[in-house]
């Protein structure tokens, strides 16, 4: 039997206050925006509300770089709001959690400005700071040839102390060193901090990277086009990973918090589970990057790469089985602040199927076992940017870093810039970041001022206005997803997973087996008519009923052979 928690039990909405409601007319969400649409949140049925990072920083990476971990970025609001929301979401029954984001800190965090100050600062081990190597021309090279997220180098030349340090994102986002124990107590510090204060939890930015390999070895050649390889089986999961995990989880468990890591580039269910089994004393539950991978190409993230239903299959199954049968727990997530948007990743955003698009995945991701994660603009079934978007409307980092060194190594290739381009209005995080459409008035609802970001010129359409006023939404359907997983926990929760449909069409089938029942899951991911035959006799001698469909269908034959003709895009449980 499967142990019960409540954090299996919840839902998840993520907010990421930007991009959320401006209140005051700046252009920029803010916490008391995240106040006044409470009941909107709360109407959709989640539990818990995870905000993206309100720290202060310098905003390099939109906030993933803190220069003080317990004071809040002016535009957003003051520390007085972050007690209100968590005390307005308590009241309702509802939970906070809010970013941890320890692996690196702001160069501006005082940290690294005293680590930087001398060798001998007290603060130095703080962070990860290197002798330079030098190549047989005598130039000086960095300690090994790691790439950085955002391009380049993952190392940065200080020239004071003619020393290196590490930064597996932008140079602005210098590396904690976690070797060092006074380290590892100011997060305890910072976790401690928050908790008292009321919040239910973190979500922990990149957590598989703060234990490195010592030695920091030069990466395998897994990009011939750069002199900078990606490293992470050196920092990905490294050797006191286990170690460090289990001295916050001990933490999280003296408050009974929540927690979910996000781990990239780590796919071995082995080690995942390392981290997230229930009697490991490490997280509840971690974000792993096999489906995110599904569309980028031997050339990165920005290069193409089609993908078939059937991979998807496989890597869901995967993760649905070997958790249920190893006492882990699934984070189940499709969207985020870093992901495109998946009616228009994993189905077809052309209005005539746009809605029946966004249903689809939402059955799709809110039947199976884990905990489901909404991400803000998902319930309204918000797509990628439009296709006149020029490099100019961007504000991501990681976007705007791949485009200038696209200038720099590679001009006068117009072919390949617009290519590029393409990539981006497929794949850049901006296409997660436009503000959220609260109405057809001007900018979409979203604010008074001029928008920080363009708001998408779909918005008098694709709205939340009209979509609550419309029974048969996106956001009504999700609603109902969440409603029928607190209807019938044994089942959606806790039960097992069975792929039904293991063959290579582009039909995705599955059923969920409890001793309270059986239920099934059937998904045509193609916009036309397909027929699909029943495999099995899943309700043998059981009657059964549709309890969601993006269509209207009433029934459904359930006896093994016969066939079914599925609507381009159904999906039905
Ligand atoms: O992201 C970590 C990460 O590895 C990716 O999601 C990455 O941002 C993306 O794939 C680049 O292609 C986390 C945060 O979610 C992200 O917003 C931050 O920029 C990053 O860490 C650094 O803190
Ligand atoms: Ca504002």
Not at 166 to 187: G, I, S, Y
Not at 409 to 417: E, F, G, P, R, V
Not at 514 to 531: D, H, I, K, M, Y
């Amino acid at each position: 039997e499967m142990p019960r928690a409540w954090w299996k039990e919840s839902s998840v909405y993520q907010i990421y206050t930007p991009s959320f409601k401006d209140s005051n007319g700046d252009g920029i969400g803010d916490l008391r925006g995240v106040i006044d649409k409470l009941d909107y949140i709360q109407n959709l049925g989640v539990d818990i509300v995870w905000l993206n990072p309100v720290f202060k920083s310098p905003q390099v990476d939109m906030g993933y770089d803190i220069s003080d971990y317990v004071d809040i970025h002016p535009p957003y609001g003051t520390a007085a709001d972050v007690d209100e929301l968590t005390e307005a979401l308590h009241q309702r029954g509802m939970k906070l959690v809010m970013d941890l984001v320890v692996n690196h800190t702001s160069d501006q965090h005082p940290w690294f400005q005293e680590s930087r100050s001398s060798p001998t600062s007290e603060y130095r081990d703080w962070y990860i700071w290197k002798k330079p190597k030098f190549d047989k021309d005598g130039q000086r090279q960095p300690p090994n040839n790691w790439v950085s997220y955002f391009g380049g180098s993952a190392w940065e030349y200080d020239e004071a102390s003619g020393e290196y340090y590490l930064h597996l994102f932008a140079k602005e986002q210098p590396d904690l060193n976690w070797e060092t124990p006074a380290v590892r107590e100011a997060v305890e510090k910072i976790m401690r901090y928050w908790l008292d204060k009321g919040i239910d939890g973190f979500r922990m930015d990149v957590i598989n990277f703060i234990s490195k390999d010592l030695d920091f070895p030069d990466a395998p050649i897994s990009n011939p086009d750069s002199i900078w390889q990606n490293g992470a089986q050196y920092y990905a999961c490294g050797p006191r990973l286990h170690e460090f995990l289990q001295d916050i989880g001990k933490i999280l468990k003296e408050y009974d918090a929540f927690s979910v890591g996000e781990m990239p580039e780590v796919n071995d269910s082995d080690e995942i589970l390392k981290a997230v089994g229930f009697d490991r004393g490490e997280l509840s539950m971690i974000f792993h990057f096999e489906l995110m991978g599904l569309d980028h190409g031997a050339g990165g993230k920005f290069t193409p790469r089609e993908w078939k239903v059937s991979e998807l299959k496989s890597i869901v199954s995967k993760w649905q089985t070997v958790m249920h049968e190893n006492n882990g727990w699934n984070a189940l997530y499709l969207e985020n602040h870093d992901q495109p948007r998946t009616v228009s990743r994993f189905a077809v955003d052309h209005p005539q199927y746009r809605a029946l698009s966004a249903k689809l995945l939402a059955t799709f991701l809110g039947f199976q076992s884990g905990t489901v994660f909404i991400y803000q603009g998902q319930e309204l079934g918000m797509a990628n940017v439009p296709h006149d978007w020029t490099i100019d409307r961007y504000r991501d980092i990681e976007t705007l870093n791949h485009w200038q060194e696209l200038q720099v190594t590679k001009q006068d290739q117009s072919a390949l810039h617009a290519a590029t381009l393409a990539e981006y209005r497929s794949k850049s995080r901006d296409n997660a970041r436009t503000p959220i459409q609260w109405d057809d008035s001007t900018h979409a609802g979203f604010s008074t001022g001029v928008p920080w970001i363009p708001v998408h010129e779909d918005y008098p359409a694709w709205n939340a206005a009209a979509q609550l006023a419309d029974q048969g939404s996106v956001y009504h359907f999700w609603a109902r997803v969440l409603q029928l997983r607190k209807q019938y926990p044994d089942i959606f929760v806790y039960g097992s997973f069975e792929l039904v449909s293991s063959d290579d069409s582009e039909i995705f089938a599955y059923a969920r087996h409890s001793s309270a029942g059986t239920s099934l899951v059937v998904l045509n991911f193609e916009p036309r008519e397909a027929s699909w035959t029943m495999p099995q006799n899943l309700f043998a001698g059981r009657g059964s009923e549709v309890v969601l469909s993006n269509y209207s269908r009433g029934k459904v034959s359930t006896v093994a052979g016969e066939s079914i003709t599925l609507a381009p895009l159904e999906a039905f449980v």
